[in-house]
């Protein structure tokens, strides 16, 4: 059965800090990764991956690939509050037919 | 450009109740999917159209849930009848491609 999952689920930090988080992946015929902010609303798009080893930057926000491992991270330096929120990963396959979501990781930023 | 639309946004029925939700998606979008999200959980793909037909529905739970995209437009989403475990935020997305989503607010949806 094809599963993302994130880790950790949720992570408390300062203002300031940097912090990682990971998205690991099981889907077959796996063509892309897709990482979504969720506030008190929909998601929004921050990054599709689709090569491995190619890193993806917008602004504070990285993120990076790993197809061998199966695996992708979302980088977020110097951490604001307005960076609170759920971080999603998903993954499609190659037909976009299989659509999977993670459980999310709940980032809280304390001033 | 105009986003995802969805209505209604919030939504309180007793259980056995029937219940329908709309989307609009982005024009020219020819992908619309519905999602459900359980407080705490990631979205969970309900179904997917490619214009009006179904490309995905093997997660709906079809005893109980139908979904429908005439013309290849707008679509609508019906519970009948529902159930406590149906409350949830339900999402609607459109795409132009099988690559990014945009989602619309969501319908809020409690069932006593």
């Known amino acids: 059965e094809d599963k993302v999952v994130q880790s950790p689920l949720s992570l408390v930090v300062h203002e300031g800090d940097t912090v990682t988080l990971n998205c690991s992946y099981e889907v077959t015929n796996f063509r892309s990764l897709l990482w979504y902010k969720q506030e008190k609303k929909a998601p929004t798009f921050l990054f599709m991956l689709?090569?491995?080893?190619i890193e993806k930057k917008s602004g504070r926000l990285s993120s990076i690939l790993d197809k061998k491992e199966l695996f992708s991270i979302l980088n977020i330096t110097a951490t604001q509050t307005g960076d609170s929120a759920i971080y999603l990963c998903?993954?499609?396959?190659?037909?976009?037919?299989?659509?999977?979501f993670g459980p999310g990781t709940r980032l809280s930023v304390l001033p | 450009e105009a986003g995802v639309a969805q209505s209604p946004r919030y939504k309180i029925i007793e259980k056995r109740q029937s219940v329908a939700f709309w989307c609009n998606p982005i024009?020219?979008?020819?992908?619309l999917y519905w999602y459900q999200q359980i407080l705490g959980q990631g979205p969970k793909l309900l179904i997917q159209f490619q214009n009006n037909g179904v490309v995905d529905d093997s997660q709906l739970p079809k005893d109980r849930f139908s979904a429908e995209r005439l013309k290849g437009v707008d679509s609508t989403l019906k519970i009948q009848p529902a159930k406590l475990e149906d409350s949830a935020v339900y999402l609607c997305?459109?795409?132009?491609?099988?690559?990014?989503?945009?989602f619309g607010p969501g319908t809020r949806l409690t069932v006593l």
């Open positions: 024009s020219g979008h020819a992908t």
């Open positions: 689709t090569s491995s080893g």
């Open positions: 997305a459109s795409s132009p491609y099988y690559n990014e989503q945009f």
């Open positions: 998903a993954a499609i396959d190659n037909y976009g037919q299989n659509f999977v």
